[in-house]
């Protein structure tokens, strides 16, 4: 072994080893288990790997030279991982640079954390707009769908009970719940039952989880950024994509209606569970019909009208480029089957989604008011910057 290498101590390795909850930072298998050496023997196939490489020179990936000889080997340098993900990750510096391997090292960390109480297949589960906990499905039975709740991200248990007990008196809308993991959400058909087990919770529900969708294949229209006439996946994409970044309160026909994406991201872009959560939001979308338009009719169809079901959400880096976060989605679309394809949506910050809503709100009231006094509607004129693209029903 080279003497120059930077390795880590056997108690450093230990504290790596351990502070992942013995399981891979990135497959989550256990990297610890029983060996049939002796009733006593187990063995340990993990690795303690280097987030820059321990020494320089041919094949070492992420070397840097500016730091010491103590840092290269101390535990901030570390990430537990299995055999496999070390292979991949000791040979490809461009997909796992050390930012990307220090973000996995800390969801880990949280994942770790959690660990004694949630299984690795946890999704979320949001039950109406406030509260969204940990869990899975334990049963489907006649009497409806049984969630196990592990634990709560937003809201809580006493906010869960609130939401039974106040039922019948909640905007029909906002009574639903989205499971992340099946992709799928749908509208409660009565007030689920509830009740404590343990140290988690039970719920059980009945819904209705087939929202009307539209087929996608005849969809075409304007393009937003040449004016042409487009069809097929770039005006699908388009038309996700507008409906995924307008935030929710931007629009001046529809204050009720839009997506939390911007502010799930100013909140919990650095949690382990924001990818999660993001296929969460996408689910809704795709399964909660929208509220009604100002002056219009209820809607049964879900504001992304021609997705069946999200498959999966992958958010490959959290840093915006360009102020817009790249995702990289698996739909299944009315009318076309499996589709794959990235997304970019626009971020709005903080200052920027406050001026939207407060543009939106100041249209909506100077439309009252107009009302009120029974003059001619003019027709408002989007503001600067405003989507005027629409992928919403009539
Ligand atoms: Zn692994």
């Not at 496999?84 to 090292?105: H, M, S, W």
């Not at 929208?290 to 219009?296: S, V």
């Amino acid at each position: 072994m080279n003497s120059n290498r930077d390795d880590f101590s056997e108690p450093i390795k230990r504290a790596l080893a351990g502070r992942a909850g013995h399981r891979c930072s990135i497959c989550k298998t256990p990297t610890i288990g029983p060996s049939d050496e002796s009733p006593a023997s187990f063995m340990n196939v993990g690795i303690a790997s280097h987030i820059t490489a321990a020494a320089p020179g041919q094949g070492a990936r992420r070397y840097d030279s500016s730091l010491t000889s103590e840092q290269r080997s101390g535990i901030d340098n570390g990430i537990w991982l299995c055999r496999g993900c070390d292979g991949i990750v000791d040979r490809d510096a461009v997909r796992f640079p050390p930012e990307t391997l220090k973000r996995i090292r800390r969801d880990h960390t949280e994942f770790a954390r959690l660990g004694a109480r949630v299984e690795a297949e946890v999704g979320l589960i949001a039950i109406g707009p406030s509260i969204i906990a940990g869990g899975q499905v334990s049963r489907f039975k006649a009497s409806g769908i049984v969630l196990h709740l592990a634990f709560f991200l937003k809201g809580s248990a006493e906010d869960l009970f609130a939401f039974v007990r106040r039922f019948d008196t909640q905007s029909p809308l906002s009574r639903y719940v989205v499971l992340s993991e099946l992709g799928l959400g749908g509208l409660l058909t009565e007030a689920p039952e509830f009740s404590r087990e343990g140290a988690s919770w039970s719920m059980t529900f009945q819904w209705q989880p087939d929202a009307p969708r539209r087929a996608v294949s005849k969809l075409a229209g304007i393009s937003s950024r040449t004016g042409r006439m487009i069809s097929g996946e770039e005006y699908w994409k388009q038309t996700f994509e507008a409906v995924l970044q307008q935030p929710l309160g931007t629009r001046f026909d529809n204050m009720e209606s839009g997506s939390h994406l911007s502010e799930l991201y100013e909140t919990l872009s650095g949690s382990t569970w924001f990818e999660h959560l993001v296929k969460c939001e996408l689910v809704r979308l795709a399964s909660i019909p929208a509220p009604a338009r100002r002056g219009g009719q209820a809607s049964e169809y879900p504001p992304l009208l021609y997705v069946r079901h999200v498959l999966s959400v992958r958010v490959p880096d959290v840093a915006l480029a360009d102020e817009r976060l790249r995702m990289e989605v698996e739909f299944d679309l009315e009318g076309h089957g499996r589709w794959t394809g990235d997304l970019t949506l626009h971020i709005y910050k903080r200052d920027a989604l406050r001026k939207e809503r407060a543009k939106a709100a100041w249209i909506t009231e100077s439309i009252r008011r107009m009302e009120k006094e029974g003059r001619a509607l003019p027709t408002p004129t989007p503001p600067d910057g405003w989507d005027v693209v629409d992928g919403y029903p009539d």
